[in-house]
């Protein structure tokens, strides 16, 4: 009678622990529905992202809005004004651009396992956000038209009618750089009351940069590195200059909004970018991983041999529409 009661209690105590490994199985697996990524990366880089985590979630539809930084949170703005935000995922250029949202209390607040392998300093305090990778703002140069490569950023004020940037009206990176570099002695506004006087092409994104000086159009640019060195190796006639003076950084951070309506999902996304395996896909997608023990792709500096320009994020966030503003009056955008 007694061995018989002790095997009625291993059968349930097995019988429970499967239970419980069907459970948590289910979890993982059960993951599914509808998810909204908006982001400012490129269209194809977003769609392999996306394409990569469906292997690992087939279940979750993801849907794609790419804009520059700046128009993703024109529109993500605008939803909040129709009391109806649509995003569930948020990834685009800069950490001050989530200040923002965050000041509005429109992030929702996600701490990561994989943020132990984030350095602390890109991972928002209170898990609002964490950056994603390493770009920097550097110059690209046509090869066919350009011997000599300069090595400073002062080539962008002496070459009238052949230099190319983004505008900051546009590009979240570009706005990020505006502040950065309009704060940075031996820049401030008189740099760029020099390149106006230069007579330089403004575009709306980086990659309009990059196809304006890889045809011969200008000769120089300002533009992030990730597509210089990717160019570069598709045998494009470019070659990507980091500045003695340094160059300005941003993480392309990713956070999960307020009122994300698959949670779940928008979780399992985060975690995945921010993995082993999500940052190896940066990686070979060409940009610079920001998880510890990434190698960064062929061409591209690591944040620890970058000389980094930078400035208090929140004097950033607060001034940033003020910097935009002059650039605009400045420049005639």
């Given amino acids: 009678?007694?061995?018989?009661?002790?095997?009625?209690?291993?059968?349930?105590?097995?019988?429970?622990?499967?239970?419980?490994?069907?459970?948590?199985?289910?979890?993982e697996e059960g993951i599914s529905g509808d998810l909204s990524f908006y982001t400012s990366q490129p269209d194809a880089d977003a769609e392999q992202l996306v394409a990569a985590f469906n292997e690992e979630y087939p279940d979750v539809n993801v849907s794609i809005y790419r804009s520059g930084t700046e128009e993703v949170i024109s529109k993500v703005q605008a939803e909040k004004e129709a009391g109806d935000v649509q995003a569930d995922v948020l990834l685009v250029a800069d950490s001050v651009t989530f200040e923002n949202l965050k000041e509005q209390d429109?992030?929702?607040?996600?701490?990561?396992?994989?943020?132990?392998?984030?350095?602390?300093?890109?991972?928002?305090?209170?898990?609002?956000?964490?950056?994603?990778?390493?770009?920097?703002?550097?110059?690209?140069?046509?090869?066919?038209?350009?011997?000599?490569?300069?090595?400073?950023?002062?080539?962008?004020?002496?070459?009238?009618?052949?230099?190319?940037?983004?505008?900051?009206?546009?590009?979240?990176?570009?706005?990020?750089?505006?502040?950065?570099?309009?704060?940075?002695?031996?820049?401030?506004?008189?740099?760029?009351?020099?390149?106006?006087?230069?007579?330089?092409?403004?575009?709306?994104?980086?990659?309009?940069?990059?196809?304006?000086?890889?045809?011969?159009?200008?000769?120089?640019?300002?533009?992030?590195?990730?597509?210089?060195?990717?160019?570069?190796?598709?045998?494009?006639?470019?070659?990507?200059?980091?500045?003695?003076?340094?160059v300005p950084v941003i993480t392309e951070p990713i956070g999960i909004m307020k009122d994300a309506q698959n949670e779940a999902a928008a979780k399992a996304f985060v975690d995945f970018v921010l993995s082993e395996q999500g940052q190896e896909l940066a990686a070979e997608i060409g940009y610079t991983p920001i998880r510890e023990g990434i190698e960064a792709p062929e061409g591209l500096k690591t944040i620890e041999e970058m000389d980094v320009l930078d400035a208090d994020v929140n004097q950033l966030y607060q001034a940033r529409e003020e910097d935009k503003q002059q650039f605009s009056e400045l420049f005639g955008e």
Avoid at 7 to 26: D, G, Q
Avoid at 170 to 180: E, H, I, T
Wanted: hydrophobic share 45%.
């Fill in 1 to 27: 009678m007694f061995k018989l009661k002790n095997v009625i209690i291993l059968v349930l105590v097995v019988s429970m622990l499967a239970a419980c490994s069907s459970a948590n199985s289910e979890t």
């Fill in 106 to 246: 429109m992030l929702f607040s996600y701490e990561s396992e994989e943020y132990a392998s984030i350095p602390e300093e890109f991972v928002d305090a209170d898990h609002m956000y964490s950056g994603t990778k390493i770009m920097s703002t550097a110059l690209v140069v046509n090869t066919d038209n350009v011997s000599e490569m300069p090595t400073s950023w002062n080539v962008l004020t002496e070459e009238a009618d052949n230099i190319a940037m983004p505008s900051p009206l546009y590009s979240g990176a570009a706005a990020y750089n505006l502040g950065v570099l309009t704060r940075t002695d031996g820049f401030g506004w008189e740099f760029y009351e020099s390149i106006q006087a230069n007579n330089p092409m403004i575009t709306q994104g980086n990659g309009a940069v990059l196809k304006s000086v890889a045809a011969g159009e200008v000769d120089y640019g300002m533009v992030v590195d990730f597509i210089v060195a990717r160019a570069e190796l598709e045998g494009s006639p470019v070659s990507l200059v980091y500045p003695d003076e340094g």
